[in-house]
């Protein structure tokens, strides 16, 4: 079964460029959370998505946002970048309501460099 | 407001030994703790898991208790190996009318050979 692929690996942008991300879920999961990543922050929650619905939102601004598309793929949009939106960008898929016990399956992440 | 905190931003541990990372949490309604590890360039995996109504779960040489009148968590990794070196996540699950699941910053542990 093939995990969860983010794409690309490693971006490098300019202040004030919008940035989009992508993330192909584990065949058979539904829902998809988006985490950033920064030293001292731990994993941050983004959102989440679920049957291409807005399930969950973290205390980001408004230019961070995010769709799921019908085949449960996600994309991650940041517009108008800043310096401290340089992280690594984590997507996770997990199996809808039975992410209980083994919670998520996180990609490798992609490594966001705004410069 | 931090509801999940590892408060030890790294750990060192000779070989052999005994490994303890620790986190505290103050929402009294998580229902599952995760550990999750990661590798430099990698994204996180599942360790292990414990559900809010055992004090224990073991797999191997991982073991992770749950105090809940503390609201603390630990993992104990017995014993350590230099491949255990790595960043540990703790993580709570939360239901309110969808899961969530709230993460600590985590902890660099590194095994010395």
């Known amino acids: 079964k093939a995990g969860v692929t983010q794409t690309p690996r490693y971006l490098i942008k300019t202040r004030g460029q919008q940035v989009t991300l992508s993330c192909s879920p584990i065949?058979?999961?539904?829902?998809v959370s988006w985490y950033q990543q920064t030293p001292g922050q731990g994993l941050q929650f983004l959102f989440e998505?679920?049957?291409?619905?807005?399930?969950n939102k973290g205390n980001f601004p408004g230019r961070f946002s995010g769709r799921q598309f019908s085949n449960s793929r996600s994309e991650m949009n940041v517009s108008t970048l800043e310096l401290g939106d340089s992280a690594l960008y984590l997507c996770?898929?997990?199996?809808?309501?039975?992410?209980?016990?083994?919670?998520?399956?996180f990609g490798s992440g992609t490594r966001l460099t705004v410069v | 407001d931090q509801q999940v905190k590892q408060n030890s931003p790294s750990l060192s541990v000779q070989e052999g030994r005994i490994s303890i990372l620790n986190c505290d949490y103050t929402n009294s309604m998580f229902d599952y703790f995760l550990w999750y590890k990661k590798y430099p360039a990698e994204g996180p995996t599942f360790l292990i898991s414990i559900s809010s109504i055992k004090d224990k779960n073991e797999d191997g040489r991982f073991t992770v208790f749950l105090n809940k009148s503390a609201k603390h968590l630990s993992l104990h990794i017995v014993p350590s190996q230099p491949g255990d070196s790595a960043v540990y996540f703790c993580a709570a699950k939360l239901y309110s009318g969808t899961y969530k699941y709230i993460f600590g910053t985590g902890t660099r542990l590194k095994v010395l050979a």
């Open positions: 065949s058979g999961h539904r829902s």
């Open positions: 996770a898929s997990s199996l809808a309501e039975r992410q209980g016990y083994y919670g998520y399956t």
């Open positions: 998505y679920f049957s291409e619905t807005q399930r």
